[in-house]
């Protein structure tokens, strides 16, 4: 079975700031991870996803997550928050298993808040 | 190049209707994932379509609940007889068939059914 627990439900920076969204995972297999950002009455964006490859994968809008097999983590950064990263984020993962890799499992969301 | 496009964008339904929600997948994508959001939640896994055929339901509530994706038109979530606890946000993902090393959805914008 997976699972994702996401450890922070509310983040609150000031603008320029750093950004840092925690994720953790549990997987039987080797998994697929991904972040989606969703604003405000808005659908799904995928930011970045890990499929096996580089740990250290870059996304979209200055976002990066690293994945971190003996933590079973995949932190989301950005180095400087602007006003309009404000939004809900969620970790996601996937087993990688054939036969069922297509089930995403979602965390429970953080929402980053920016404050000017 | 349209993205995946669901309708319609918001829902009121009354106790005891019916809601039917659309989903049109992106060109060339012949797979169709459902996923239901209630308040301050992730989002859940309800079923997984091909044209015509439905290949994992799991997610699926045992009753009232049901879901098509004909070879024609668009993917239809029916919900007959609704109940106040419907009320949430449904969207709708699509993708070539998955393979190992899942590469993440595109997701459309979702329709937010409310139940008065």
């Known amino acids: 079975a997976q699972s994702v627990t996401q450890l922070d439900s509310h983040v609150s920076v000031s603008e320029g700031t750093p950004v840092l969204l925690r994720c953790n995972y549990s997987?039987?297999?080797?998994?697929?991870l991904f972040w989606y950002v969703q604003h405000p009455n808005k659908g799904l964006q995928l930011l970045l996803k890990?499929?096996?490859?580089?740990?250290l994968v870059k996304g979209i809008n200055g976002f990066e997550a690293e994945f971190k097999k003996s933590e079973t983590s995949f932190h989301l950064t950005k180095p400087s928050a602007h006003m309009s990263d404000a939004a809900e984020y969620f970790c996601?993962?996937?087993?990688?298993?054939?036969?069922?890799?297509?089930?995403?499992?979602f965390g429970k969301g953080t929402l980053l808040t920016v404050n000017p | 190049n349209a993205g995946v496009m669901q309708n319609p964008r918001h829902l009121v339904r009354r106790r005891g209707q019916e809601a039917r929600l659309r989903c049109s997948p992106m060109k060339g994508h012949s797979h169709v994932y459902w996923y239901r959001q209630l308040p301050e939640e992730g989002l859940k896994f309800m079923v997984y379509?091909?044209?015509?055929?439905?290949?994992?339901e799991s997610g699926m509530p045992k009753e009232r609940f049901s879901a098509e994706f004909p070879k024609e038109g668009p993917s239809i979530l029916r919900i007959q007889q609704v109940v106040r606890g419907d009320s949430a946000a449904y969207f709708c993902?699509?993708?070539?068939?998955?393979?190992?090393?899942?590469?993440?959805?595109?997701f459309g914008s979702g329709t937010r059914l409310t139940v008065v």
């Open positions: 379509l091909q044209k015509e055929n439905i290949i994992d």
């Open positions: 996601v993962v996937s087993d990688s298993r054939g036969g069922s890799n297509y089930k995403l499992t």
């Open positions: 993902a699509s993708s070539p068939p998955p393979r190992v090393g899942h590469y993440g959805y595109t």
């Open positions: 890990y499929t096996s490859a580089a740990t």
């Open positions: 997987s039987s297999y080797s998994p697929s």
